[in-house]
Every structure is written in C-alpha cells, then in structure tokens.
C-alpha cells in the first residue's frame, strides 16, 4: 500500500508539472462547473428526442421517456454527488493542497479546495453521466465524446492538483458504477410503466 501511496504521490506531482500557460488555461476551463451547463442542457434536450431515444414501444410516449430519462440522469447526478462526499468524509485523505509533506511543492491554481479528496466527485459525475447517456443514446461517436469529456475533466482535476491519481481513478469507477446501475433501474422502470399501460388499456 505504501509503495501505490508513493507513486501516486510521483504521478501527481509529475502531471502537476506537465504546465505550460496554455494548458494552464485549459485545464482551468475544463475543470470549471458552469461551462457545461450548456453541454448538459443538449443533453437533456436530446433525451427527449425521438432519433435518440432507444427505449421505443407504442405503448411509451416520447416525453415520458424523455422524463424518465432526465429522472435518471438527476438520480444518476444525485448519487454520485453524495457518496463521493460519504467517501470523502469517511476515508478523511488530504487533498493534495493540505498535505503538509507537498506544501510548496505543487501548483494550487484554483485554491487548495475542501480537506478531503477521495474520491473525485468531478471525475465520478463525469464517468456517471457517460456510463449513462451512452448506455441510453448508444451511438458510437457520442460516447467516443463524452467519455474524451470525462477523461479530460478527471485529468485536469490532477494537473490542477485538487486530487491525486487514484482519487481520481476511483471517483470514475465509482461513477461508472452508478451510471450502470441507474440505467438498469431506468429500463425496469419504463418495463414497468410500459406493463402499467397495457394493462389500463
């Protein structure tokens, strides 16, 4: 366990020290919060779209697929939101920023962040709503994207220093996990309605 702890000490302070001002900028852009949020408003709207919709039957009206889908994506969001802070709090590992043994020794371009860092809640929403959406668009090169998208984000949380490695690696496993999971309970969930339906008909 001590000799992963030391390379993921190494690999950290090794892509930490990967800078240029150039990608400086563009690992700032790509770990920022706010910039998505159009990314993740054509999402939704693709979710409601017919071309995109796997989930297809007489008896499922496009905008209750649509809804079920957004449900599933905020649940997806929701859950890897909260055990990454139950994991954060119950592991307790420093981020790098408040590791005493690193001060001095790593760039903090965006502040040292909270105490804790495993694991990454930016790398297991962003592997979380891949896992997902690609499971429920199932096209080639959307999941090419977003999984780049996911990928990138992760790694400009180690250049930036606000986690190391393997919080990352893990937040993205733990993502993918959910995403998986919730993309079984929303197709047995519209298996349900679907069932509802019929039987009211």
């Not at 001590?2 to 150039?22: F, H």
């Not at 043994?101 to 979380?128: C, D, Q």
């Not at 937040?171 to 996990?177: I, R, V, Y």
Request: aromatic share 14%; proline share 3%; net charge positive.
């Amino acid at each position: 366990m001590e000799q992963l702890l030391n390379l993921d000490r190494e690999l950290l302070l090794a892509i930490n020290g990967w800078n240029s001002p150039i990608s400086d900028k563009v690992m700032l852009f790509f770990s920022s919060i706010p910039v998505w949020i159009p990314l993740y408003l054509i999402i939704t709207a693709l979710l409601f779209h017919p071309k995109w919709q796997r989930f297809k039957s007489d008896d499922l009206q496009r905008w209750v697929v649509g809804l079920f889908s957004v449900a599933a994506v905020a649940v997806c969001f929701g859950l890897c939101d909260q055990i990454s802070l139950l994991l954060k709090e119950s592991v307790q590992r420093f981020r790098p920023g408040h590791e005493p043994s690193l001060e001095g020794l790593v760039r903090l371009l965006e502040g040292k962040g909270g105490s804790y860092g495993f694991v990454s809640g930016h790398a297991a929403n962003t592997f979380g709503l891949a896992t997902l959406t690609s499971l429920i668009f199932r096209k080639k090169w959307y999941s090419i994207f977003i999984f780049l998208w996911a990928v990138t984000i992760s790694y400009s949380r180690i250049y930036l220093a606000k986690h190391y490695p393997l919080d990352v690696i893990c937040g993205a496993l733990l993502g993918a996990a959910i995403g998986l999971l919730v993309y079984y309970i929303l197709k047995l969930s519209l298996h349900k309605y679907e069932m509802y339906r019929r039987q009211r008909a």
